[in-house]
């Protein structure tokens, strides 16, 4: 009697999954390449350093412009307050405190937790335009531009 016709299906199925197995996994790694180091790489990545624009932001609106859409939300969110029951709020005054805390304040610049991890966000860039073989950049110089973009985000 030859050796199939002796062996039973479960076991003619265990000794083909054990051959098939180590044999398939040889072929996907060779097949595969470094594909798995590719993963989340590419032009969409947030690995990649943004180009640097000193253009500013792309849509900049007049002080009027900006101080007319500040006083047309506080009156929203007094209209809606009145619908729930509240007192009205004297949009002027809320517009006059929105915008003096806005241009006495030291900006962005003072809050250290902010700077700290803008710190951190630039060390790490750094690391990274290292390992491509790009010149760091100069941290508190690009702590500062971080800043000013952020602060010139709503304007």
Known sequence: MPLLAS???????????LVALPLGAI???MGAGNALQKIGKGQFALEQD????????????SAEVREEEIRQMIQARSDRGVAKGRPALDVEAEVDKLLASE????GLGGDRALREEIRQLVVARNERRQ???????DVEREIERQLRELENLGQ
């Open 7 to 17: 062996l039973q299906v479960g076991t003619i199925f265990i000794i083909i999954v």
């Open 27 to 29: 072929v996907f790694a």
């Open 50 to 61: 943004f180009p640097q624009s000193s253009q500013g932001p792309v849509h900049a609106v």
């Open 103 to 106: 241009s006495g304040a030291a």
């Open 131 to 137: 390992r491509q073989g790009k010149e760091p950049l």
